[in-house]
């Protein structure tokens, strides 16, 4: 485990004001460290006197750096959470029109299509064509706010094609443009605990929002004001992003404190050597068939909801905690998988996230009652799934520097393609095999997660040469970065650094410099060891959660946006085809639907690359515009009464959240940088997890109770336009607040 943990320079500084005393050198075999040992000095020079005081260098710790870019950042995620709640309930809202299961199938299916497009073209557009991946963003988020609001308005089979076709691709977008813009609001520094928070932040607003729609869907028998909530947090989410691209140009910021003498932080960091290409596109794919399953297992929660009302006499309500568990828990485990990872690598975290999948499917199919299949398969392959996907996600960014929108982009086409494919593939089993038939066949899925996760093959890592400085004193300053496969004199052994801190202590007496000098003084080693812990069991906690993401107010911001996007998405997700049934159309319409909804995300999440990698379309700009349509189509979405027009909302929608998802871990990377983006991003997975969570049974509670699914629709709308306000105050807060 040491040498995956992150090794810094440290200069040792003879200070003038410091007492003059003498030091005794003793020499010291090469092969005398102990575990205890915080830092290594090797100098070209003689040992030199060595007196340090009691203080503590904080580089990746604290709070210090979460700003008001960072919480626009997380409210925007917060309100782009509610995107996935309405979507959950668009194949319920889908059957009100009367439409087919095979119809709703393949209106998923086109908006799968058209979001794998836009995660694949946002790489081009932003690697490529170098177009600005926030207005992309802030773009893509504002028609998929605008599109979930129009959802409940489209009556027609071709009206849901194409607003499922247009949110797909615009989702597509803003979900490769996640971690890109995450990292331009946090810094590469704090993207992994940016993209974490934000991930939480996700989590929360699918475990709250979704018994929060499914409750307003029975009360109000409508899943009309779900879309529209949605929609209306989209367009929320939109305005956070937009504060940030807007009002701050420079997003990327380092807060942490430090002693002069450490005048670049980055040059003391041990980094990983981004490939570019390479097994990196192997790990791409491995990412993109990851993402392949778990969107298409939560994205079918609709379907699989309409098996589940056969066999189970429960409210809908209650059943809907199944899908709204894997949506939750899918981003709620993030946090937990990247604990993981400070102790295993990628590769083992996934593994043993399809091998927890594989049990709770069999569990689940054996399930006598629908509590049982609730703590089986929604509990435990909803932790499987959160586990698998972020893990997948973060190890595809650390592979590409130059072109990780393209790589993200790819990565997340996985999730349409799975949205394309799954809709259709569970109507037809469950028809076939019925729901515990089907939850059999799940589990051989998921075990294939183990196959996918093999292939991600741990990533080398580099290190800077030996640098020799001088301060200001006159005093020599010698700064070490070790290759671990390099044997030149001028690498030193690794040393653990503990809780990612310098920890330097203040004597009353002499310290003795234990060299290693040669006969000739040309080489020489100064050991200080630690003798005191001041680390607390809550320090160590907080560092590896990364709570001081929250000190990022971009970060909070985008967690917020993407938490309310998460409410906007369940309805789509879950109540179209229930809706479609509602106006009297049959299952496979409704299946046919959620597949056209993945063919479309599909499409947008390709697109999102091309227009932020190759048009450099903004990230955060973007993110807004696919909020906006996603939250349009959402509260259009309940008045759509045919097939004809509920198709075409659809794919508007699915193009929007093709763009969405793909932007998650980009802005999360923008808003917290790439080395804080795991925890950055798991926070927004237990965001998304939380927001999931609790929107479904909460629409489904609103349809009970109303009997109609215009309440649902609605709401959902609306949480997308929060949303998008949410991360618009990113950019606004980005011009105006930092200067």
């Keep these: ?38 830092f290594v000095i090797e100098e070209a020079v003689s040992p030199i006197e060595v007196e340090v005081e009691e203080t ?35 194949p319920v809202f889908m059957l009100s029109f ?13 908006f799968g299509i058209w979001l794998t497009i836009g995660q694949l073209c946002i790489g081009f557009i932003v690697d490529l064509l170098h177009l600005n991946s926030k207005i992309v963003f802030v773009l893509s988020q504002a028609v998929i706010g605008a599109t979930a609001i129009c959802i409940p308005h489209c009556h027609t089979y071709v009206l849901l094609a194409f607003v499922l076709s247009l949110i797909g691709l615009t989702a597509g977008f803003t979900g490769s443009l996640r971690l890109l813009i995450t990292t331009e609001v ?16 996700t989590g929360i607003v699918f475990s709250v929002g979704s018994p929060l729609f499914g409750l307003l869907y029975d009360v109000t028998k409508s899943l009309k004001l779900v879309f529209y909530i949605s929609g209306s947090c989209q367009l929320l989410a939109v305005a956070c992003i937009f504060i940030i691209c807007k009002f701050i140009p420079n997003m990327s910021f380092n807060s942490v404190q430090h002693e002069p003498v450490l005048k670049d932080v980055e040059s003391y960091q041990k980094r990983p050597a981004p490939l570019d290409g390479g097994w990196g596109w192997v790990v791409c794919f ?56 400070v102790y295993f690598s990628h590769r083992t975290v996934i593994i043993l996230a399809g091998l927890l999948g594989f049990i709770g499917a069999v569990l689940g199919a054996f399930s006598t009652s629908i ?7 929604g509990l435990i392959a909803g932790v499987s799934l959160g586990m698998s996907f972020f893990t997948g996600q973060i190890i595809a960014g650390f592979y590409f520097e130059k072109k990780r929108a393209l790589a993200i982009g790819i990565s997340n086409c996985g999730g349409g393609m799975g949205i394309l494919v799954a809709n259709m593939l569970v109507e037809y089993l469950i028809e076939f095999y019925g729901p515990r038939g089907t939850l059999l066949l799940i589990s051989g899925a998921l075990l294939n997660i183990v196959v996918f996760g093999s292939l991600c093959r741990p990533l080398q890592y580099a290190y800077k040469n030996v640098e020799q400085k001088e301060s200001k004193d006159g005093t020599n300053q010698t700064s070490v970065m070790e290759d671990e496969e390099s044997h030149n004199t001028g690498s030193t052994r690794e040393r653990r650094i503990r809780n990612e801190r310098f920890i330097m202590l203040k004597e009353t007496q002499n310290v003795e410099s234990l060299s290693t000098a040669d006969k000739n003084g040309l080489n020489g080693e100064c050991i200080v060891r630690n003798r005191k812990d001041e680390r607390s069991l809550a320090k160590r906690c907080s560092n ?23 409410l906007s998405i369940t309805a789509i997700i879950y109540m179209p085809p229930l809706c479609v049934w509602s106006f009297g159309m049959t299952q496979k319409k409704s299946a046919i639907l959620m597949s056209l909804l993945g063919l479309f995300t599909t499409i947008g999440e390709f697109l999102l690359g091309v227009f932020v990698d190759l048009l450099h379309f903004g990230t955060k700009n973007m993110y807004i515009f696919s909020l906006l349509i996603s939250s349009v189509s959402t509260m259009l979405l309940p008045y759509c009464y045919t097939f004809q027009y509920i198709a075409p909302v659809v794919c508007l929608y699915s193009l929007a959240l093709g763009f969405t998802v793909s932007l998650r871990l980009v802005l999360t990377t923008e808003v917290v940088g790439l080395e804080h983006s795991t925890k950055a991003y ?22 009970d109770i109303t009997g109609s699914f215009l309440v649902v629709f609605h709401g959902s709308g609306a949480c997308g336009i929060l949303a998008l306000v949410v991360i618009s105050l990113i950019t606004l807060r980005n011009k105006f607040c930092i200067k």
């Design 286 to 341: 491995a990412a993109a068939s990851l993402a392949f399953i778990v969107n298409g297992l939560t994205s079918s929660s609709g379907i699989f909801l309409i098996g589940l009302t056969r066999i189970f006499d429960d409210p809908v309500s209650k059943l809907s905690l199944i899908g709204a568990l894997l949506s939750g828990l899918s981003m709620l485990a993030a946090p937990v998988a990247s604990m993981l990872l």
């Design 1 to 38: 485990m040491m040498g995956e943990t992150v090794q810094r320079d440290l200069v040792a500084n003879h200070e003038e004001s410091s007492p003059k005393t003498d030091s005794k050198h003793v020499a010291l075999p090469e092969s005398t460290t102990t575990p205890d040992a915080v």
């Design 544 to 566: 590896i959660i990364g709570v001081e993401l929250f000190k990022n107010v971009n970060f909070v911001l985008l967690m917020l946006s993407y938490g309310f996007w998460v």
């Design 371 to 377: 509590d049982m299949m609730i703590a089986t398969y």
């Design 682 to 703: 798991s926070v927004l997975c237990v965001t998304s997890g939380i927001a999931g969570l609790v929107s479904p049974p909460l629409f489904g509670l609103f349809y």
């Design 98 to 110: 009367d439409l087919e299961r095979y119809e709703i199938a393949v209106l998923m299916s086109i």
């Design 186 to 201: 946090t810094g590469r520094e704090k993207c992994k605990e940016g993209f974490s928070m934000i991930n939480l932040i």
């Design 56 to 90: 503590a260098i904080v580089l990746d710790g604290g709070w210090g750096w979460i700003n008001f870019n960072f919480l626009c950042l997380l409210a925007a995620y917060f309100f782009i959470s509610t995107r996935q709640i309405a979507f959950q309930y668009l």
